[in-house]
Protein backbone atom coordinates (compact mmCIF):
# COMPACT_ATOMS: atom_id res chain seq x y z
CA UNK A 1 0.00 0.00 0.00
CA UNK A 2 1.50 3.67 -0.91
CA UNK A 3 2.08 5.82 1.53
CA UNK A 4 2.94 8.55 -0.50
CA UNK A 5 1.12 8.95 -4.43
CA UNK A 6 2.00 11.15 -6.91
CA UNK A 7 0.05 11.32 -9.89
CA UNK A 8 0.77 12.91 -13.18
CA UNK A 9 2.70 15.81 -11.73
CA UNK A 10 3.08 18.80 -14.10
CA UNK A 11 4.82 22.19 -13.11
CA UNK A 12 7.76 24.48 -13.86
CA UNK A 13 9.47 27.72 -13.53
CA UNK A 14 7.18 31.01 -15.77
CA UNK A 15 7.03 29.63 -19.10
CA UNK A 16 9.39 26.59 -18.81
CA UNK A 17 8.03 23.51 -17.88
CA UNK A 18 10.72 21.27 -15.67
CA UNK A 19 8.80 18.28 -14.71
CA UNK A 20 6.09 16.23 -17.07
CA UNK A 21 3.20 13.95 -16.22
CA UNK A 22 6.06 12.41 -12.81
CA UNK A 23 3.89 10.51 -11.03
CA UNK A 24 5.61 7.94 -8.44
CA UNK A 25 4.74 6.23 -5.31
CA UNK A 26 6.05 5.44 -2.13
CA UNK A 27 5.12 2.13 -0.02
CA UNK A 28 4.45 2.36 3.76
CA UNK A 29 7.53 0.61 4.38
CA UNK A 30 11.70 0.43 3.41
CA UNK A 31 13.38 3.25 0.47
CA UNK A 32 12.25 4.44 -2.68
CA UNK A 33 14.79 6.19 -4.91
CA UNK A 34 14.82 8.67 -7.46
CA UNK A 35 17.71 8.71 -9.64
CA UNK A 36 18.87 11.34 -11.93
CA UNK A 37 22.19 13.87 -12.69
CA UNK A 38 21.87 17.44 -11.97
CA UNK A 39 19.31 19.44 -13.62
CA UNK A 40 17.23 16.39 -14.29
CA UNK A 41 13.82 18.05 -12.19
CA UNK A 42 14.65 15.73 -8.49
CA UNK A 43 14.40 19.05 -6.35
CA UNK A 44 11.66 20.31 -8.00
CA UNK A 45 10.02 17.43 -7.79
CA UNK A 46 10.49 17.14 -3.52
CA UNK A 47 9.40 21.32 -3.44
CA UNK A 48 6.43 20.12 -5.14
CA UNK A 49 5.66 16.95 -2.50
CA UNK A 50 6.52 20.31 0.52
CA UNK A 51 4.32 22.58 -1.06
CA UNK A 52 7.41 25.33 -2.24
CA UNK A 53 6.86 24.71 -5.85
CA UNK A 54 3.22 24.82 -7.23
CA UNK A 55 1.84 22.44 -9.10
CA UNK A 56 1.01 23.07 -12.90
CA UNK A 57 -1.72 19.88 -13.21
CA UNK A 58 -1.52 16.64 -10.97
CA UNK A 59 -2.12 15.18 -7.73
CA UNK A 60 -0.47 14.43 -4.58
CA UNK A 61 -1.67 11.70 -2.23
CA UNK A 62 -0.33 11.43 1.00
CA UNK A 63 -1.85 8.85 3.52
CA UNK A 64 -4.78 8.34 1.57
CA UNK A 65 -5.47 12.00 1.55
CA UNK A 66 -4.96 14.58 -1.17
CA UNK A 67 -2.51 17.07 0.17
CA UNK A 68 -2.11 18.89 -3.10
CA UNK A 69 -4.06 22.51 -1.99
CA UNK A 70 -3.04 22.22 1.63
CA UNK A 71 0.14 24.93 2.50
CA UNK A 72 3.46 23.76 2.86
CA UNK A 73 3.66 24.26 6.84
CA UNK A 74 0.64 22.15 7.21
CA UNK A 75 2.23 19.43 5.23
CA UNK A 76 4.91 19.11 8.06
CA UNK A 77 2.05 18.73 10.56
CA UNK A 78 0.67 15.62 8.29
CA UNK A 79 3.55 13.72 8.35
CA UNK A 80 6.42 14.80 5.79
CA UNK A 81 9.89 16.09 6.75
CA UNK A 82 12.48 17.50 4.14
CA UNK A 83 16.29 17.09 4.86
CA UNK A 84 17.32 19.72 1.98
CA UNK A 85 20.12 19.76 0.06
CA UNK A 86 22.98 21.48 1.47
CA UNK A 87 21.64 20.00 5.11
CA UNK A 88 20.66 24.10 6.23
CA UNK A 89 21.28 23.18 9.79
CA UNK A 90 21.92 26.94 12.11
CA UNK A 91 25.33 27.05 12.25
CA UNK A 92 25.32 29.20 15.06
CA UNK A 93 22.97 27.46 17.41
CA UNK A 94 24.14 24.31 19.07
CA UNK A 95 23.74 20.71 18.54
CA UNK A 96 20.68 20.55 20.68
CA UNK A 97 19.24 23.89 20.14
CA UNK A 98 19.36 22.38 16.00
CA UNK A 99 17.39 19.45 17.21
CA UNK A 100 14.97 21.65 19.32
CA UNK A 101 14.14 23.21 15.89
CA UNK A 102 13.12 20.37 14.54
CA UNK A 103 9.88 19.36 17.11
CA UNK A 104 8.18 21.96 16.00
CA UNK A 105 4.82 20.96 15.36
CA UNK A 106 2.41 20.11 18.35
CA UNK A 107 2.67 16.55 18.62
CA UNK A 108 6.19 16.59 18.43
CA UNK A 109 6.76 19.08 20.84
CA UNK A 110 5.16 16.53 23.22
CA UNK A 111 7.45 13.80 22.54
CA UNK A 112 10.34 15.54 22.76
CA UNK A 113 12.42 13.55 25.81
CA UNK A 114 11.53 10.63 23.19
CA UNK A 115 12.63 11.66 20.08
CA UNK A 116 15.97 13.10 21.97
CA UNK A 117 16.41 9.54 23.33
CA UNK A 118 16.13 7.92 19.60
CA UNK A 119 18.11 10.26 17.42
CA UNK A 120 21.12 10.07 19.80
CA UNK A 121 20.64 6.18 20.05
CA UNK A 122 21.04 6.36 16.30
CA UNK A 123 23.85 8.87 16.50
CA UNK A 124 25.83 9.04 19.34
CA UNK A 125 28.31 11.46 17.67
CA UNK A 126 25.99 14.10 18.33
CA UNK A 127 25.59 13.16 22.11
CA UNK A 128 28.98 13.51 22.71
CA UNK A 129 28.19 17.23 21.21
CA UNK A 130 25.28 17.97 22.38
CA UNK A 131 26.42 21.61 23.18
CA UNK A 132 28.66 22.34 20.38
CA UNK A 133 28.16 24.96 17.74
CA UNK A 134 26.78 22.79 14.68
CA UNK A 135 28.87 25.07 12.09
CA UNK A 136 32.38 23.21 13.52
CA UNK A 137 30.98 19.88 13.08
CA UNK A 138 32.94 17.96 9.89
CA UNK A 139 30.44 17.69 7.19
CA UNK A 140 29.64 14.28 8.00
CA UNK A 141 28.58 15.35 10.97
CA UNK A 142 26.34 18.10 9.80
CA UNK A 143 24.70 15.20 7.58
CA UNK A 144 23.45 13.54 10.27
CA UNK A 145 22.69 16.64 12.36
CA UNK A 146 20.06 17.49 9.45
CA UNK A 147 18.45 14.02 9.48
CA UNK A 148 18.05 13.88 13.31
CA UNK A 149 16.31 17.45 13.01
CA UNK A 150 14.11 15.89 10.75
CA UNK A 151 13.62 13.13 12.57
CA UNK A 152 13.01 15.23 15.62
CA UNK A 153 9.32 16.18 13.71
CA UNK A 154 8.92 12.62 14.32
CA UNK A 155 7.52 11.84 10.28
CA UNK A 156 5.51 9.61 8.79
CA UNK A 157 7.92 10.14 5.76
CA UNK A 158 11.06 11.09 5.46
CA UNK A 159 12.67 12.50 2.35
CA UNK A 160 16.30 13.76 1.77
CA UNK A 161 17.82 15.63 -1.12
CA UNK A 162 21.51 14.72 -2.27
CA UNK A 163 22.08 13.43 1.34
CA UNK A 164 25.98 12.38 -0.32
CA UNK A 165 26.61 15.75 -1.73
CA UNK A 166 30.03 17.34 -0.70
CA UNK A 167 30.72 13.98 1.47
CA UNK A 168 33.55 11.81 1.03
CA UNK A 169 33.08 7.92 -0.15
CA UNK A 170 33.33 6.69 3.25
CA UNK A 171 31.24 9.11 4.86
CA UNK A 172 28.62 8.71 1.95
CA UNK A 173 28.51 4.74 2.91
CA UNK A 174 28.55 5.51 6.46
CA UNK A 175 25.47 7.85 5.90
CA UNK A 176 23.32 5.69 3.55
CA UNK A 177 24.04 2.56 5.79
CA UNK A 178 22.54 4.54 8.75
CA UNK A 179 19.29 5.42 6.25
CA UNK A 180 19.27 1.77 5.50
CA UNK A 181 18.29 0.91 9.43
CA UNK A 182 16.33 3.92 9.57
CA UNK A 183 14.20 2.55 6.38
CA UNK A 184 13.66 -0.81 8.16
CA UNK A 185 11.06 1.27 10.64
CA UNK A 186 10.20 4.71 8.43
CA UNK A 187 9.59 5.15 5.15
CA UNK A 188 12.20 7.01 3.36
CA UNK A 189 12.10 8.56 -0.24
CA UNK A 190 16.08 9.41 -1.27
CA UNK A 191 16.53 11.99 -4.16
CA UNK A 192 20.54 10.82 -4.92
CA UNK A 193 23.06 11.54 -7.78
CA UNK A 194 25.41 8.72 -6.05
CA UNK A 195 23.32 5.59 -7.92
CA UNK A 196 25.03 2.37 -6.63
CA UNK A 197 25.14 3.36 -2.46
CA UNK A 198 21.48 4.29 -3.39
CA UNK A 199 20.37 1.03 -4.64
CA UNK A 200 21.61 -0.86 -2.36
CA UNK A 201 19.85 0.59 0.90
CA UNK A 202 16.80 0.99 -1.69
CA UNK A 203 13.79 -1.22 -2.56
CA UNK A 204 12.25 0.94 -4.84
CA UNK A 205 13.49 2.98 -7.74
CA UNK A 206 13.33 5.37 -10.05
CA UNK A 207 15.38 7.16 -12.95
CA UNK A 208 14.48 11.04 -14.27
CA UNK A 209 15.89 12.56 -17.03
CA UNK A 210 14.99 15.92 -18.59
CA UNK A 211 11.76 16.05 -15.92
CA UNK A 212 9.99 12.70 -17.13
CA UNK A 213 10.20 9.15 -15.35
CA UNK A 214 12.30 6.94 -18.22
CA UNK A 215 12.89 4.14 -15.15
CA UNK A 216 11.10 2.18 -12.70
CA UNK A 217 11.25 -1.05 -10.75
CA UNK A 218 13.26 -2.92 -8.07
CA UNK A 219 16.53 -1.31 -7.18
CA UNK A 220 18.29 -4.90 -7.55
CA UNK A 221 16.92 -5.51 -10.89
CA UNK A 222 18.13 -1.89 -11.94
CA UNK A 223 21.53 -2.17 -10.30
CA UNK A 224 21.86 -4.80 -12.69
CA UNK A 225 20.28 -3.03 -16.11
CA UNK A 226 22.90 -2.37 -18.63
CA UNK A 227 21.79 1.25 -20.13
CA UNK A 228 21.68 2.28 -16.26
CA UNK A 229 25.10 0.81 -15.49
CA UNK A 230 26.60 2.65 -18.50
CA UNK A 231 24.75 6.31 -17.85
CA UNK A 232 24.82 6.56 -14.16
CA UNK A 233 27.51 4.23 -13.07
CA UNK A 234 30.53 4.30 -15.62
CA UNK A 235 30.09 0.50 -15.39
Not at 46 to 72: E, M, P, R, Y
Not at 78 to 94: A, D, K
Not at 168 to 187: A, C, F, N, R, Y
Request: neutral net charge.
Amino acid sequence: MALLEVKDLNTGYGPIQALWSVSLNVENKGITTLLGANGSGKSTFLHCIVGLQKLWSGDIIFDNKSITSIKANKRTDQGISLVPEGRRIFFNMSVKENLVMGAYTPNARGKMDDSFEQVYAMFPVLKERTGQRAGTLSGGEQQMLAIARALMSRPKLLMLDEVSTGLSPVLTTLVMDTLGKIGETLPILVVEQAVEKALEISHTAYVLENGKIVMQGKSDELKRDENLRKAYMGI
